[in-house]
Each structure stands twice: as C-alpha cells, then as structure tokens.
C-alpha cells in the first residue's frame, strides 16, 4: 500500500471520458475483496478536468468511444501523473480504449498512429474486423490466475513489445490479435475484456490486490466464482 | 393514394398483402416483411408515400414508442394519422406505415436512430422531435458521440423544424445543428453520458441542473420555452401557465415524453387544452405499464432497456415493501454484453423483496451482491406470485423490471397484454 496513508488507494481515471462499459463493476469488486480481507480502502474518482494524484495503489482505466478515448489520451499525456505513478511503481489495471491508450500507440478511426501514454511496451491499431463476443483465454501461469472469461468489443489490433509480456492466451475470441489476449509490464496490465473482467474473474482482481499488499487470504465462494463457471460453460 | 405513381401504388398493395399474409400465418405484426417486399419493387416508395404529408419523426434512445403513441394520440384532430404503433421504426416499418394509410393527411413515425439522418433525407419530415442519447446495446449499437454528430450534419442539410430536449447535451448539440427548433426542458435524469462537451470535449459545468454549460468553449443549453416540472406534475409552455399533466403512464421519464408530446402537437396547431386530455387516455403501449391480475396479486410489467431506463424504471417503482421482480436476457435484441448492469445504482433496492430471474440471473446476482442487495432467484413469475401469496395471503402487488425478450417473454406467458 501507499507509504502517505494505510488505506488501499484506488483511483478510477476519467469516469467522464472511459466507462461506457460498466466499468464501475472493476472498482466495485477491487474494493469489495479488499474490504473482506479487513484491508480499508479509498477510492478517488478523477475527472476530465482534474490532476491525476500520483499516491495511488491501483489505477483503473475504462473503455470509450473513439472521440473520447482521444480525449483522454490528450488529457492523460498533458496531466502527465498516471506516467509519473507508474514510474513510482503503482499498479495499473486499463481495460479496451484505456488498455490502448497506455501503449506506446494507438489508432485514431483512420487508423493513423497517435501518441500514448506510454507505461507499457505495447502498440494498438485498427483491424479489418470488429471483434464482439464471448471471450476465454489461459493466463500467464506464472500469475496464478488461471483460466479468464470476458466479452470483447472492439476493432483494435495490439502488438506486444519486447519489455511487456501477453496476459493470457486466447481460448475462444480474438483479443490483441487471435492468439494472445492483453499485456503486463510490471504492474501495469491491460485487457480488452469486458464483462467486467474483475466481476467476472474473481482471481484476477485478487492478482492485483497480492501485488499491492502481498498474500491473501481465500475468500467464501461469492456469485463471482458462479457467474465465472457459467460464462465459461456457456462460451465453450 | 391516386398522386402515387404506379408502379409505388403496386409496390405498397405488394407490401400490405405480405403484411396482411405475415399476421396471418402468426409469423409477426407484419411491419416489417410488408416493408422490405414493397422497397425492393420500389425503392423510392418511402419518399413517394410520404410526399404530401406533414410528417413528425421520433427518435431518442429511451421512449420513442411511447412519445410516437402519445403525439399520434394528441394529433387525432387531424382523422386517421399514419403511425408505426408496433414499433417497426426501421424504413421497412415507415413504409408499411405509410402505405397502410393512404388517406392520413399527417403521420408520427418512430425512427430507430441510427436510420434517423436517411429518413429524414427521404421524407423531408414537418417536425423532427428528439428527447435523449444514452448508452444501449453497445456490441451492435453505434457510438452515440457519433449518432449525435450524423444527426447535427443531417438536419444542417435540411429544412425541417426540430423539438428536442435541451438538457440532454448530446441532444441539444444535435438539435442546434437545424435552422429552427422549439427547446424542451424535459429533464435528464441519466448524466454519465454527457459529462463531456460534444463540441470541443470540455468537462461540462452542470450546475443547476438542468442547465448545463461548457467553460472551454461556451456552449450551452438553449433557451426553453417549454419545461416540466416533475415535484409539481406540471408542464409549462410559451403561454407561460402551468398545465397539471396528470398522467395514466407513471415517471418522470413519461412527464418528459408528455411534454415533448405537446409541444409537438402545438407545432401543428393543436392547444395543450385539447392535446393533454388525449395523452391522460394512454395507460400502456405495448404492454409497457400495464398490470396483469394472476393469483390476487397486481403484476406491473415494466420495460427497461439499459442503464437510463433502469434509473427510470427505479424511480416509479411502488414504495417499499412491494417486491419487485428483475429480469435479464442477452439475446441479440437485448445486446450480448451484459456489462451495462455495472453502471446502474441498485442501493435503492435495499429493504425490499427482490428477485432475480431470466437467462443472465447470475450476473445479476452478482450486482446485487456486490450492492449488499438481499434477494433470491426465481424462474418464472407465477412462482413468485405463489411463493408471496403463500407466505402472506394478502400480498397485493409486485413490480416486474425486465429488459427486452425476457420483457417480451413474460408479456407473451400472460397473452401478449397490450
Ligand atoms: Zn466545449
């Protein structure tokens, strides 16, 4: 956790600009586990025309349309505070629009590159297909994540760069490019998967929690583990 | 139907016997089969048949069917009024509309609203009437920063008079794009997707709503003329006297679409004194609001589609204690990404019987849960009733929320109530 405070800092970037997807369900989950485990929790919503703080545990970005995720690319790079907070080692966890916009590149609807905010050695843009539909895909083992279950819905193409690592490897869907799904480096992690992914892959959220305050207990069987057997029932 | 050419004239007879054959066989209103047969014989048939007539065009992601119904209600005045009532609001449906009413000298067409910008180019509509854009359906639903701007370039092409909703800013910004329009206060009570300005992207200043304008560029909302007020149960108008709207549809969400209603009735000459009576008549559309009576027990049905209308649907639920039921699909009409669950606010819930029901319960569940939102799961309203009625022989009502097919489920499950 931050060293300015004992509470775990989740900090939702651009609620205005990046969270056409129930995004929201991503900070509900983070602080629901956390708080089962006894860890207190903040959670600091930064808009559009707001600094980003730099103290922050978790950072978490959305998706968005096309005009606003260039919007918050812009914002993002001017403010310059996710990119400082991440430099200082703090976890990012960036979901379709947001997961390209902290690469190096992106691809405006022209598909001509634009600047990221660049945390993460990774380079999106656009394919010939939209990929919409029930995803799965195997996580990196080393994570301890195992299995993940989402629904994608997005044009994007993302190439992974040598100092980023694939997330996962794609089970049924499309994700970065038919054979691997999202990217991390370090703590910052991105994914096109919707659903939301935290919600449904109870695992995955407590991924990051580990990362910010070590081991953690197990937690009772909630209607997540439910929702995750039966999405991947029904996608597979 | 004699100015038509005749080979339209041929095309539109085609497409109210394929109609006609459609109810016939069972296999749908015929809305939309009728339509498609006519346009590949004619495909100008939409601009032939609407020529000579004063045309209103609905459209909005919440509340088209019902706003269509209540402004062809107001407009009766005028005889027989050409309307797409079983919500078929593509071009196919407005040609079986229109072909279906020769005579009608004004026709309220429902548009889906990514058609909008066509129809409008096709018709050269009186009025266009637009009330709000939220986020629907987004894995088959356009982007609505982009619906907002096709629909400012269309009506910057075009002649037609505009009345929209000046607090919903995507609409407003919309609307601006036409050379007259009649301003709306009607209300917003969904924000999460207009924090941002559609002109230059700015953080919107909202305060007090519903005024709204953006400090980077200076736009904002236009100045209304008529407005509701929801505490009061009132609408204003350019007279400048309240009018008590007394509704039979329930909501603020329904206030809004009344008041659209009448301003748009105005704009053909009609007084709310003789439109309003005629909106009070409406007490559901398409089985939307409307009660079933099984077991003893009132069962409201209640459509919502995404997150605006959750909201909606929330806020006219009956107070506490009367359970209310919730039901989910994910089947294409309903979109396949449940994920929008995430953005509505379910706290309101709690303290209240809830169940769950339809193919995606789990995921509701889950909300629920995370909400700290006690319920149960259920398979089909019936066993609701009897489970409620069993527990407490004088349980009387029960709210039903559901999106779109398990709406259409349960209303088939009690007849196809109207
Ligand atoms: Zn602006």
Redesign the pocket.
Known sequence: MSDTSSRLRIVWIYPDLLSTYGDQGNVLILRRRAEQRGIPTEIVHVHSSDSVPVEGDIYLLGGGEDRPQILAAERLIADGGLKRAAARGACVFSVCAGYQIIGETYGDDDDKPLPGVGIIDIRSGRGATRAVGEIVADVDPSLGVGRITGFENHQGRTAIGAQATPLSTTVKGIGNDDHTEGAYQGQVLGTYLHGPALPRNPALADLLLRWRVGEIPPLPPSWGETLHEERLAAAL | MSELPLRAQFAAALGKGAASLSRATGRGDGSVIGGKIALKVEPELLTKLARGKRLALVSATNGKTTTTRLIASALREFGDIATNEHGANMPTGHITALGANPEATVGVLEVDEKYLPGVLRDTRPAVVVLMNLSRDQMDRASEINLLAKKWREALQLSETHVIANADDPLVAWAGLGARNATWVSAGQRWKEDSWC??????H?KREPDPYWE??????RRPETVWAVDNARDTVTGPGGAAMTLALNLPGDANRANAAIALATAAAYGITPEVALPRLREITSVAGRYTSVHTQGVEVRLLLSKNPAGWLESFAVLDPAPVPVILSVNAQIPDGKDTSWLWDVDYTVLRGRRVFVMGERRTDLALRLETDDVAFETADRVDAVVAKLKSERPDAAKVDVIANYTAFQQIRTAYGRVQ
Do not use: K, W
């Open positions: 300005c559609p002109e230059c992207g700015g919107l953006c400090p980077e560029c200076g736009l």
